[in-house]
């Protein structure tokens, strides 16, 4: 053999050597940690009610003289994040809604009564008494709608829930109302803030 031929071949015995050598010294330094199955999920705020999809009154021929309307239905907090929910109308004002006194108070009745029944309702409080008309022009949205908390809670959370009982009449004396007519809506929303 040439010596050129040996110093070649013990240069690639030396480099064969050193990259077994290396991975080799490689391997036994290698580590690793893992932090797996994270997971993000968003609350959830939800409202619901009682009726069915009904309405709770569609009366007519009504006269000053006539007994007042009285109705009751339940709204049932299923939200997973604590809320505030409030009332306020859905439609405008209509021309016999002056005419019309509305009392609307919260309270509880038993679980068995349904809508709209008020049988075995308990008022813990009146969160409005003045006329329907009244009721439209400042309770718009949920900014401006009337709070209603269970009991003495601050807050609604899951599972919580308000009877409100509506009284509705046509006011004494009211002959100009004759041959009007209202629409009246209620929306209750719930926002976690």
């Excluded at 071949?9 to 991975?23: E, H, Q, R, T, W």
């Excluded at 994270?38 to 999809?53: H, I, M, P, W």
């Excluded at 006329?131 to 401006?144: Q, V």
């Excluded at 919580?160 to 929303?189: M, N, P």
Aim: contains cysteine.
């Amino acid at each position: 053999m040439t010596r050129t031929r040996k110093i070649l071949g013990s240069i690639l015995l030396v480099g064969l050597v050193a990259s077994v050598a290396g991975g080799t010294t490689f391997a036994a330094f290698t580590s690793n940690t893992s932090n797996g199955g994270n997971s993000f999920s968003a609350g959830t705020v939800y409202v619901r009610d009682d009726d069915s999809a009904g309405v709770m009154w569609n009366v007519s021929n009504q006269t000053p003289a006539s007994a007042a309307v009285v109705r009751c239905i339940r709204v049932t907090y299923d939200g997973s994040l604590d809320a505030t929910v409030k009332l306020y109308a859905s439609n405008a004002s209509a021309t016999v809604d002056q005419y019309l006194n509305l009392t609307i108070e919260k309270g509880t009745m038993p679980g068995s009564t349904t809508f709209p029944s008020c049988t075995g309702f308990s008022s813990e409080s009146t969160i409005h008494s003045g006329t329907l008309d009244g009721f439209k022009a400042a309770r718009t949205n949920f900014t401006n709608g009337i709070s209603a908390f269970p009991g003495a809670a601050t807050r609604w959370v899951a599972a919580d829930s308000v009877v409100y009982r509506f009284t509705i009449s046509l006011q004494s004396g009211a002959y100009a109302a004759q041959g009007l007519t209202s629409t009246a809506g209620f929306t209750w929303e719930a926002q976690n803030q």
